[in-house]
């Protein structure tokens, strides 16, 4: 039975006002719960561009990407000299007795802030998070409200924790959105502490552990950041990967198994790096100080040539124009190309200085295309009302 028809048997059974009390009652507890199920997000990492979006803004529980906001936390203690990495941390009767994951500490052990990291970012200790929380905060529910403040300072509106681990909370929530937030975050404003998502094992008095994040085995180019799951978010994951000085972050919630979530993460991101290139990569290369003039003819003649080329490969192109200045030839090249649309993973944009004439120009070309890509892209530059040509192979 689902919560309407509940509503409305207590409209038929009950009186008005009770029943009204009552609804209102359950719109609260509604309205303050996560809504779990699944969820992703792929941006990209340096200028936060949305590259895939679904349910990015519906409440989830976040589960131990929590965890992420507490390290955060933590790395900020240590640019301002609040926490050592060296330093001490007694563990509390509270902090040993938190459930697996965990490290099982024993109260009045002590664990290092750096021991500590490493537990929380590979093993996704629970015991680990509460002794931080303790320290930077004496309870780890005033810790949740700094980390609560502190989210909604970067923008995750819509997060609330209520511990330091992720543990089940009906109000600890998040989401996608949020979550690529915080990772952008961590990887942009902590460089120096975020490679401790990459590390894929530690030891801990004897015992290693591996971390949880496959990917960092199985994708290439992924360098963090963090797994999580409980029974009602399933299984979720923050991604970041690397290739070509692009970074992509991912996040998925409600994956059916981690190895499921792991293929939807890898599917997620496979199918955003031709867009993250068309809007990050396209960049033309500076002008070299000196160059040696290319002496070729600047018209490209639509011929019919025997020669047989194949209309899959990678090695077609569009030529944008000839400029008198290298500045005009990138900026008129950038400006074109970044309104194109599906471009390939291959395509890049290059300036070529030529002479003709005695005079030397900057053609501007759009390379490493199909034909049919190169005929389809030429053709929306047309309608826009700019030149194109198309650029056949060895041409």
């Known amino acids: 039975m689902v919560i309407r028809d509940i509503i409305h048997i207590v409209i038929r059974w009950l009186q008005a006002p009770v029943a009204i009390m009552i609804i209102l009652l359950l719109s609260f507890f509604l309205g303050n719960t996560a809504q779990a199920g699944y969820a992703a997000i792929v941006i990209d990492s340096k200028s936060g561009k949305v590259l895939h979006s679904r349910n990015a803004d519906t409440y989830n529980y976040p589960a131990s990407l929590t965890k992420m906001m507490t390290l955060l936390l933590v790395f900020e203690a240590l640019n301002n000299n609040k926490l050592q990495l060296n330093e001490k941390l007694r563990v509390s009767s509270k902090a040993s007795k938190q459930p697996a994951s965990k490290l099982g500490l024993l109260t009045g052990q002590t664990i290092t802030v750096e021991q500590a990291i490493r537990a929380i970012s590979v093993k996704s200790a629970n015991d680990v998070a509460t002794v931080i929380a303790e320290k930077l905060a004496g309870t780890e529910s005033n810790f949740a409200k700094m980390m609560t403040k502190r989210a909604h300072q970067l923008g995750m509106n819509k997060t609330t924790f209520k511990n330091a681990s992720g543990l089940p909370h009906k109000r600890q929530r998040s989401t996608a959105r949020d979550m690529s937030i915080l990772a952008q975050t961590l990887i942009n404003k902590f460089p120096k502490y975020y490679n401790y998502f990459s590390i894929q094992s530690f030891t801990y008095k004897g015992k290693l552990y591996k971390n949880h ?35 992509l972050i991912g996040v998925v919630f409600g994956g059916k198994t981690a190895g499921r979530r792991d293929r939807q993460m890898k599917r997620l991101l496979n199918r955003s790096w031709a867009r993250a290139e068309s809007f990050s990569l396209l960049r033309a290369r500076p002008a070299p100080k000196r160059f040696t003039p290319i002496m070729e003819t600047m018209a490209l003649k639509e011929s019919s040539s025997n020669i047989a080329f194949s209309s899959t490969s990678a090695n077609w192109g569009i030529q944008i124009g000839a400029f008198n200045r290298y500045k005009e030839a990138h900026d008129i090249g950038s400006h074109t190309v970044h309104k194109l649309v599906n471009l390939p993973f291959t395509a890049s944009l290059k300036i070529q200085a030529v002479s003709k004439s005695n005079n030397t120009l900057f053609r501007t070309r759009l390379m490493g295309l199909n034909e049919v890509r190169a005929r389809a892209s030429c053709k929306q530059i047309l309608v826009n009302g700019r030149e194109c040509k198309i650029v056949k192979p060895n041409n």
Do not use: V
Request: glycine share 14%; no cysteine.
């Open 213 to 247: 994040n496959k990917l960092l085995q199985k994708y290439k180019g992924t360098d963090g950041i963090k797994t999580g799951y409980i029974n009602a978010s399933g299984f979720n994951l923050a991604a970041s990967t690397k290739r070509n000085g692009t970074r």
